[in-house]
């Protein structure tokens, strides 16, 4: 699904002083998630800093460990910023998550309870009713619906290997939501949540093929939408 892109920097909130280096790089990370930074942005130290209302060096700190995980990359004049998206990291990050979060998911159905399915329908319901607040800076209480989705069936997996490579991936894949989300709506079309309506008949019926195929789709959907924009070797922010 796709969520409406909202700006980078003023997404974020002062941290507290306890644990203020895991604070900031949380901050930082769900940002990320949420499509929060464009791809290609700079993310300056003292600029983030200021708006955490902290000092730079937990700043610094997170950045490399975003830098770590892929999310970000270190330009040689020392800087950081989002990586640009390209036609081979779109290829590589669809591939990678259809392929990993479709096995969580034929894990997880078994274990899926009516009370899960409950669980999954009023997140999604609620999903709905903030895409209908048209208007309105809805992207980070869309994106927090979708991962809360997502992540709810892949707990049920109980996989403490996969899921941390899932975040990963999501942390990756945030300027592509991001973009998607501003193509979404210029084209507009299918309702943001209407595979994962689909995933949760599949889960009721313990249809895992179904439930993976709804998942491909729903994963495709972002990245179709940003690819259909790529001339070959053509990067995009």
């Avoid at 499509?35 to 937990?58: H, K, N, Y």
């Avoid at 390209?86 to 998550?97: C, K, N, P, V």
């Avoid at 894949?173 to 501003?182: E, I, N």
């Avoid at 309506?197 to 195929?213: C, H, L, N, P, S």
Wanted: charged share 25%.
């Amino acid at each position: 699904m796709t969520e409406t892109p909202h700006s980078s920097v003023e997404g974020l909130t002062p941290v507290g002083r306890e644990t203020v280096q895991d604070r900031v790089y949380g901050q930082l990370r769900q940002t990320l998630i949420n499509g929060g930074f464009a791809a290609g942005d700079p993310l300056r130290i003292v600029e983030l800093a200021e708006r955490l209302q902290t000092s730079t060096m937990p700043v610094r700190e997170a950045l490399g460990r975003l830098v770590s995980e892929q999310a970000l990359e270190a330009m040689p004049n020392r800087t950081v910023r989002v990586p640009l998206i390209t036609r081979q990291r779109l290829d590589d990050l669809e591939r990678a998550r259809v392929l990993i979060e479709g096995r969580l998911v034929e894990m997880a159905i078994a274990h899926l309870t009516a009370d899960d399915l409950e669980i999954l329908r009023k997140i999604n319901s609620d999903c709905d009713q903030a895409f209908e607040m048209h208007g309105q800076d809805i992207g980070p209480v869309t994106s927090q619906f979708n991962q809360r989705f997502h992540f709810h069936i892949y707990q049920a997996a109980g996989s403490q290997v996969l899921i941390p490579i899932v975040e990963s991936l999501w942390l990756q894949s945030g300027p592509v939501v991001r973009a998607a989300a501003q193509i979404h709506d210029e084209q507009g079309g299918l309702a943001a949540t209407d595979h994962h309506w689909a995933m949760i008949g599949a889960i009721e019926r313990k249809d895992g093929k179904a439930a993976v195929a709804s998942l491909a789709d729903d994963i495709g959907r972002s990245f179709d939408l940003v690819r259909a924009r790529l001339a070959a070797g053509e990067e995009a922010a």
